[in-house]
Structures are given as structure tokens and as C-alpha cells.
């Protein structure tokens, strides 16, 4: 079964950082893009970030740019996905998503996880 | 001024037809593909339509969409109670570079 498990949300307090990550199953990893999409509370979704198949290419959104880092480990034991992000606001504070991409990185988000939740607060 | 636009509400009755639509610009729905979302409180979005008007596997053909210049539309036939839900159009910003969403829409199910 395709399956994406999001892990490491949490209260962090503003200006702190926290490590995401994204454990794939089910597919060959190293054959997608791999997405982060989040949601604030009472908001809708909005894109974070994205990273192709080998780590080549990356792209941001404007309001994590020189925030949060993305990468990725394609190695068979690994298979995972990751979103470090420093000097964190409250603004940041959301549910974060994982998602697979239908292709190469342009193709759109076809799977999700169900989301880790990162709270910053003091 | 949002990169893409979708009005915040939209209704129907069970068995009526609801179209949604999504307002972008020539730098997103214009040059590029438009995909839509479903979510669901509680759960993770789910991939609706994908380049415009493709559905997935497992997708019923009640749900169908369609684009015409910078503008996108999602179309629910036969509606039914569990159809309610936030609806997302999403599609490449090449100005941006990068993925952006519309607003999202609430549908309501009278």
C-alpha cells in the first residue's frame, strides 16, 4: 500500500527550529518529486516547498525561503523525506503535509500523508 | 491580490449540479496544468482531477473539470451529502516558481 507517515511536529518556542520528516512505503521512492504543503488553523492549503527525484532541483515558497531546508534520502532503508526549518514564527505554526508528486515535479501532489503538526508559541 | 482566486462558499441540494471555479493568472492556469482537491476535516487532501480534467483511478465521473485561458472550473453532477467538503484548485506559477493554491472553496450540502 502507498503510504506516506509524517513525524517530528511539535511546541517549539518562536526563533527555535524543528526537523520534519516523511517515511514513504509502498512505491520506489527515487522515482518522484516529493512535496511539503501545510495548513493553518482556519486557513486553507498552501504550498511549502518541493524536491526532485534526486535532490536536483528545489524550490520555495517566498514565505520559508532562507527559513526552511528540504531534502531527501533515496537510500532503500531510508526512503525519506525532510523539512528543516529554523527561526520559526507563530506564523509557521500549521499542519504539514507530506505529499508524492504525479511526476517529475510539476505534476502535482497525488498522494498525502495525514500531517504532522508544528506549534510555535512561547 | 491572491495568485488564484475561488469564491469561499458554494451549495447545492442532493442530486443537483455545483460548479466551483478557480481564477489564476497567465503565469499559473494559463501556461499550466490545473489539478483539484478534495479535504475532508480530519483527513488528508485527496487528488480529485489532475491536467485540467483527468480523473484518477477510483475518482467517480460525477466530479469533472475543465479550463478556458486563466480560469478553471471543477464540476460536482448528482450531488450527494458526502460530497461536502473544501475544494482546492492548484496548479505551477511560473512567475513564482513554485506550486500555489486557490483559497479553497466550502461546499455545502443542503
Known amino acids: 500500500e502507498v503510504q506516506l507517515v509524517e513525524s517530528g511536529g511539535g511546541v517549539v518556542q518562536p526563533g527555535g527550529s524543528l526537523r520534519l520528516s516523511c517515511a514513504a512505503f509502498g512505491f520506489t521512492f527515487d522515482d518522484y518529486a516529493m512535496h511539503w504543503v501545510r495548513q493553518a488553523p482556519g486557513k486553507g492549503l498552501e504550498w511549502v516547498s518541493v524536491i526532485s527525484w534526486d535532490g536536483g532541483r528545489i524550490y520555495y515558497a517566498d514565505p520559508v525561503k532562507g527559513r526552511f531546508t528540504i531534502s531527501r534520502d533515496n537510500t532503500k532503508n531510508q526512503n525519506s523525506l525532510y523539512l528543516q526549518m529554523n527561526s520559526l514564527t507563530a506564523e509557521d505554526t500549521a499542519l504539514y503535509y507530506c505529499a508524492r508528486d504525479r511526476g517529475l515535479l510539476w505534476g502535482g501532489m497525488d498522494v498525502w500523508g495525514q500531517g504532522t503538526t508544528v506549534t510555535v508559541s512561547s | ?110
Open chain 2, 1 to 110: 491580490q491572491p495568485v488564484m482566486t475561488q469564491s469561499p462558499s458554494a451549495s447545492g441540494t442532493p442530486g443537483q449540479r455545483v460548479t466551483i471555479s478557480c481564477s489564476g493568472r497567465s503565469s499559473n492556469i494559463g501556461s499550466n496544468a490545473v489539478n483539484w482537491y478534495q479535504h475532508l476535516p480530519g483527513m488528508a487532501p485527496k487528488l480529485l482531477i489532475y491536467s485540467d480534467n483527468q480523473r484518477p483511478s477510483g475518482v467517480p465521473d460525477r466530479f469533472s473539470g475543465s479550463k478556458s485561458g486563466t480560469s478553471a472550473s471543477l464540476a460536482i453532477s448528482g450531488l450527494q451529502s458526502e460530497d461536502e467538503a473544501d475544494y482546492y484548485c492548484a496548479a505551477w506559477d511560473d512567475s513564482l516558481n513554485g506550486w500555489v493554491f486557490g483559497g479553497g472553496t466550502k461546499l455545502t450540502v443542503l
